[in-house]
């Protein structure tokens, strides 16, 4: 029978990452007649700078000099696939490395609306720009874990790759994508001051994230002052080939249009989808989401903290005071500073899985760190009964059950949302296995 429970153990997060592995391969390679993903974020990854200098025009522009003749689509189809699968593996040599030993956890983290499952049930998130963000931390998440469990004697050089890699990484990561500073500049800046305090005293590490934390700002604001024009996304557009043009607007291949066409846009046309949003409704749906994400993510710290450090979030027998252990609050913290795009974009359901990506991996790197500390508040009793439901709710074996079932039945949108989007459409699935079949 003990056997048997620890067969389960592993199989069952192995058929979840075989699963996704197999089926955003077929999706992504197969030779049915479909788009591979939505021609928004194509035509965001191939933004170039064939009108000069435009934000989050670099990765574009190195696609374009790569192949301006025939139709790069194909290859940017393969291109994020591979992303997908380097994304896959940094997560799960990062589960590995923090020696987490948790199926719950790990099944949990796999399956949240946002992650690895979900990306290959709809090919989706990770064919977005930020699933390069996510390459970029959990990199830097790995090297952490170097730094800390590693060899004191290659302690130097490990920092010094610690914080070359966020440095470059950052400022070339923010001319490909300018939300960058939004997104995944907070949580790295957060792990980055880790690194130091663990590490002090290091004059080098400080070096290290003062430079990170001036700079990727600096070029923040140099990509928004070179925001684009109408002329300017029509000259790129051009710049296309026609094949290309043709896969991602066939009524209107000669005409700026989709992400491409955004870069003409003015602040007051992205604040219009934001009120979009309102009106028409639909925040309820994402401040579910939110919220429910958030639920999942403050079970995993919890579990995560209880079988790494032995304590409760709340350990105070006094109805006025709270004891909460840092990592906790850290944790839930780096989810929340990691959402501020929510304020300046309406595609929230990117925004929200990016942020529940980094804050896993980042949960993840530091269950194991020694900073942490329980720390003792002072609140009024309705704050302290509040915290002490959590505590109990997520000690509940329904509560397990319930999390389960959040992640089987809904599935979180890219942006645009009406109300079947927002469950997973297995006849989808079925009908691409049908497909599969017909061509093997």
């Not at 508040?377 to 009964?385: A, E, K, Q, T, W």
């Amino acid at each position: 029978m003990k056997i048997i429970k620890e067969y389960l153990k592993a199989f069952i997060p192995l058929l979840i990452i075989e699963f996704s592995v197999i089926l955003s391969g077929f999706w992504m390679l197969g030779d049915y007649e479909v788009k591979r993903f939505n021609v928004w974020p194509i035509s965001e990854w191939l933004i170039n700078y064939q009108a000069g200098f435009v934000r989050r025009g670099l990765f574009g522009e190195i696609l374009h000099q790569l192949n301006s003749s025939t139709s790069i689509i194909p290859f940017l189809n393969q291109l994020v696939l591979g992303f997908y699968y380097f994304y896959v593996a940094i997560f799960i040599g990062l589960y590995i490395k923090s020696r987490i030993r948790s199926t719950l956890v790990l099944v949990l983290a796999l399956m949240i609306p946002g992650g690895i499952f979900h990306m290959a049930m709809g090919a989706i998130f990770y064919t977005r720009k930020e699933i390069l963000f996510l390459i970029h931390f959990g990199l830097l998440c790995l090297l952490y874990l170097n730094i800390r469990d590693g060899k004191k004697e290659k302690k130097l050089l490990r920092i010094w790759l610690f914080g070359l890699l966020a440095i470059i990484g950052g400022c070339l990561l923010t001319l490909v994508h300018e939300p960058y500073l939004m997104m995944a500049y907070p949580i790295t800046l957060f792990l980055l001051v880790i690194t130091y305090f663990e590490n002090k005293p290091s004059l080098l590490m400080g070096r290290f994230v003062s430079i990170y934390a001036v700079l990727i700002p600096i070029i923040f604001v140099m990509c928004s002052l070179n925001h684009g024009n109408p002329q300017m996304s029509q000259t790129i557009w051009d710049s296309y080939s026609l094949s290309d043009r043709l896969t991602l607007a066939p009524f209107a291949p000669y005409t700026a249009s989709l992400a491409t066409g955004g870069l003409g846009w003015t602040l007051t046309q992205h604040f219009s989808t934001i009120y979009g949003v309102f009106i028409s409704g639909t925040w309820v749906y994402w401040l579910c989401f939110l919220l429910l994400n958030a639920w999942v993510l403050t079970w995993l710290a919890l579990h995560l903290q209880k079988s790494r450090q032995g304590s409760h979030l709340i350990a105070g027998q006094n109805t006025t005071e709270i004891v909460v252990n840092d990592y906790v609050m850290i944790v839930m913290f780096s989810y929340f500073i990691s959402l501020s795009m929510l304020l300046l974009a309406s595609d929230y359901g990117r925004w929200i899985a990016c942020a529940t990506n980094l804050t896993i991996l980042f949960a993840f790197t530091i269950s194991g760190s020694s900073i942490f500390r329980q720390r003792t508040f002072y609140s009024n009793r309705l704050l302290v009964n509040c915290y002490k439901a959590i505590e109990v709710l997520n000690k509940k074996t329904y509560t397990l059950v319930m999390l389960i079932g959040y992640e089987l039945i809904f599935q979180m949108p890219e942006c645009c949302l009406q109300t079947p989007d927002i469950f997973i459409r297995f006849d989808k699935f079925f009908m691409l296995f049908v497909e599969i079949i017909k061509k093997s």
